[in-house]
T-cell receptor, first 112, second 113 residues
Framework: EDQVTQSPEALRLQEGESSSLNCSYT??????LFWYRQDPGKGPEFLFT???AGEEKEKERLKATLTKKESFLHITAPKPEDSATYLC?????????????FGKGTHLIIQP | DSGVTQTPKHLITATGQRVTLRCSPR?????VYWYQQSLDQGLQFLIQ???????AKGNILERFSAQQFPDLHSELNLSSLELGDSALYFC????????????FGDGTRLSIL
């Protein structure tokens, strides 16, 4: 069964303390891996798409990387406004067409 | 602002009732997706429409149905509602090319009393 697992479930960091979030997946034929940020009461906000192993994308303090079995979201010198739930999702070649399979997310808190 | 509009924002109803959730996709997007988000299950894909035609089904119950109209807006119909249907329902849209990112609306919070 195609699965997406995110770790840790929750992470509390001090402002400026860099860390990484993990997304591991077991899918038969990855078409794309997506990172989203979700704030309370809002819909997921698109951050990055990664398509092949070795690919990297950056945006401000965030950097996403992809290997054959997992992706990392690196957060460098985070600020309190980076506090959110970060969701990883995959799109695979199975019967779900373009529907995304989501992990349960990492709830990130950045303390000033 | 993602450009995806969902109405209503909140809906409170009783068991056994039927409701309709509405979604307007981003301008130019042909694909519309519906997802359900609950505390224990996370975000689950329900159904996809592309340019008016059903393209794929995920974990959608038989009591639920959807359609996409010629102007590309979509509606999700939920009937014979049960307490367990209480959740956030999100709509997302994407451009017509494969592997394009999906952009989400802010959801409809459905509460069943």
């Amino acid at each position: 069964e195609d699965q997406v697992t995110q770790s840790p479930e929750a992470l509390r960091l001090q402002e400026g303390e860099s860390s990484s979030l993990n997304c591991s997946y077991t899918v038969s034929g990855l078409r794309g891996l997506f990172w989203y940020r979700q704030d309370p009461g809002k819909g997921p906000e698109f951050l990055f798409t990664l398509y092949s192993a070795g690919e990297e994308k950056e945006k401000e303090r965030l950097k996403a990387t992809l290997t054959k079995k997992e992706s990392f979201l690196h957060i460098t010198a985070p600020k309190p406004e980076d506090s959110a739930t970060y969701l990883c999702a995959v799109q695979f070649s199975g019967g779900g067409a373009d529907g995304l399979t989501f992990g349960k997310g990492t709830h990130l808190i950045i303390q000033p | 602002d993602s450009g995806v509009t969902q109405t209503p924002k909140h809906l409170i109803t009783a068991t056994g009732q039927r409701v309709t959730l509405r979604c307007s996709p981003r301008s130019g997007d042909l694909s519309v997706y519906w997802y359900q988000q609950s505390l224990d299950q996370g975000l689950q894909f329900l159904i996809q429409y592309y340019n008016g035609e059903e393209r794929a089904k995920g974990n959608i119950l038989e009591r639920f149905s959807a359609q996409q109209f010629p102007d590309l807006h979509s509606e999700l119909n939920l009937s014979s509602l049960e307490l367990g249907d209480s959740a956030l329902y999100f709509c997302a849209s994407s451009a017509d090319r494969a592997n394009q990112p999906q952009h989400f609306g802010d959801g409809t919070r459905l509460s069943i009393l």
